[in-house]
């Protein structure tokens, strides 16, 4: 009977253990295997942190180390504001180039969490890929940049899974999802003809440089409004740049910049404690430039900024109510990008969003 009882506890113990494995599939298809849910771990770009925040109210715990991007932000000083030990972290480098996987070892993450297309390692870093997992850190990729408008819900329902925060991914996406739907159905049924939308990417950092979304990155969302993104046709990548007689030739509707924080003093600024009269100033600049000054859309009036850094956040759905708006808005009247920012500040990060994130010069 004893030797039954030790050999039915030692299968519970057992199945236990097995069941505490997690195996998912990332962004680029791989199958990642973690000993059980992680509770540390190493983030490849720092500005994940906000990616975090929607799943943990506390997103400081949760990072064994990271890279430094995010500290030349000025969310930065919001977290740290809030959760003082943020300067403890350690940090593994700034790109790809300097992360040093020696003090990413030493930092034992139980998983290593990197962008498919980021200023972090890569899935190119085939050598620092295998250097960590030799080591018994399991990596996975996620995607909020390349091609977000597939792998976003990919993305946060992978790190669900890993940080086993299922129930609260879950919420962010129906949350994601809900409006996003809103926005398709709408296209779908009314058909409406696609005005053709430049998006000035990082508008004004060079005089003369004209950056745009092509197939992927914030152009999906372009796409899903009901807008022709006239960089797709010519920018085989995510983004690229396109010469300046193109971007006459194309003869755009709609002209929508692009801008951050960081840009201040060069280019457009939005974000993070940016006052809409600093953004409104630093559009107008950009606007005296004489190849934008000409399009139609600026003679039309129809004219706006977006934050840059929606391009590499789970948050781009507000970019994508706001583009929709922006391109049919009497079709989506209703849709409010604000109140919906109030709705994820207030329902999924204990450190909130709060600044100039859009703004219309349409007026």
């Not at 807008?227 to 797709?232: F, H, L, M, Q, T």
């Not at 129809?302 to 956040?313: D, E, I, Q, T």
Request: proline residues 6%; contains cysteine; positive net charge.
């Amino acid at each position: 009977m004893k030797k039954i009882l030790l050999s039915c506890s030692l299968l519970f113990a057992t199945t236990i253990i097995m069941a505490q494995k997690i195996t998912v599939k990332d962004v680029q298809g791989r199958t990642v295997t973690l000993k059980q849910a992680a509770k540390k771990v190493l983030l490849g770009e720092g500005r994940d942190i906000v990616t975090l925040n929607i799943l943990d109210a506390n997103p400081i715990n949760l990072i064994a180390a990271w890279q430094d991007d995010f500290k030349k932000t000025l969310e930065y000083k919001h977290y740290q504001k809030k959760f003082p030990a943020i300067d403890k972290i350690p940090t593994v480098g700034s790109n790809a180039a300097s992360f040093s996987v020696e003090k990413a070892i030493v930092a034992k993450p139980d998983v290593a969490i990197f962008s498919a297309n980021g200023h972090g390692p890569s899935p190119a870093n085939k050598e620092q890929i295998a250097q960590l997992e030799a080591a018994g850190i399991p990596v996975v990729f996620i995607d909020f940049r390349k091609d977000p408008f597939n792998n976003t819900v990919p993305s946060i329902r992978l790190l669900g899974q890993i940080l086993n925060r299922q129930q609260k991914a879950e919420a962010f996406i129906q949350f994601y999802e809900t409006r996003r739907k809103r926005i398709a159905d709408r296209i779908a049924t009314k058909k409406p003809a696609a005005p053709k939308v430049f998006m000035d990417m990082k508008a004004g950092m060079a005089e003369n440089e004209f950056n745009s979304p092509g197939k992927g990155n914030l152009g999906s969302f372009i796409t899903l409004a009901g807008g022709k993104n006239i960089g797709a046709d010519v920018l085989p990548g995510a983004v690229g740049q396109l010469n300046q007689e193109y971007v006459i030739s194309k003869q755009p509707d709609i002209y929508i910049a692009t801008g951050t924080d960081v840009f201040r003093g060069k280019g457009v600024v939005l974000g993070a404690d940016v006052k809409t009269d600093e953004v409104t100033a630093s559009m107008k600049k950009r606007l005296q430039n004489p190849i934008i000054s000409e399009l139609p859309a600026i003679k039309k009036k129809r004219v706006y900024g977006l934050w840059h850094l929606f391009y590499a956040s789970p948050f781009n759905i507000l970019a994508a109510e706001c583009i929709a708006k922006w391109t049919h808005p009497s079709l989506f009247v209703d849709v409010n990008p604000d109140a919906s920012l109030q709705e994820l500040n207030s329902k999924f990060l204990s450190v909130p969003m709060t600044g100039t994130y859009w703004i219309a010069l349409d007026k």
